[in-house]
């Protein structure tokens, strides 16, 4: 009724009635309450029915919707399918989607409608995911030298480590390999900032044995002092701390 709340028309309802050729794009759609979907199947039909009663047309709008429903079961597809595998397991795939939508509250009507139009995505494959771990990494490279005027260099070992963990969860995509990167480098961070060490020097990234992020900086050591000469590293050190300073400096470097 007039005064509440819902009464009169929305933002999306006037939205379509002054862009009626337009593209509405719902998200995630199977989170909605079940009564949103109702609505989506009006406007599956062709109007939009506001709070005041009023009917707007939208025969010229183009919905799409996306979900993870079923994201878990779905088999595993790339560009580098082999055509034949590549349809039957879109197949079987959009028949997982269905199923999941019917759990999540989806009536048969709303389902019915969606099933012929509905698009599985190709899950990335490695050499994707590969490179977005490396576009990643070189912004945090990037970053590190710009902040903090240190340069890191990741090892072979912390790519290994994110495919793997990819390998694990590839029907999220690389959200999750990404998320680790990040995490990596938020310990490191918290490391580095209790060490000032590591100003203008060559810090080298690895995953040890127990699957945490370790650091080197002995390659940016031995540039300096070639032939593994370390005598002379710690005898110039000497000349400008005490014993205690020498021995703190020698834990900070030594992994």
Partial sequence: PPSYVG???GELSDFIIENPCCIVLFDEFEKAHPKIWRNYLTMLEGGLT???GRVVDMGQTILLFTSNAGAPKLKYVTSETDIAEKKRL???NKNIIKDALMKEGGSPEFIGRLLSSILPFNFLSQTYIARILSNNIQKITK???DRYKIDIEFDQSVMDYLLDTWEQYKAFGARNAVKELETLVSKFLTIFQKQKAFLGTKVFLYIDEKHEIGYS???AITQKYKKGSLVSYWAEALKKDNISKLA???KERII
């Fill in 50 to 52: 506001t709070g005041d």
């Fill in 7 to 9: 009464y009169g028309r």
């Fill in 143 to 145: 970053d590190f030298n």
């Fill in 217 to 219: 900086l002995s390659n």
């Fill in 248 to 250: 703190a400096r020698l």
């Fill in 90 to 92: 879109r197949m079987l």
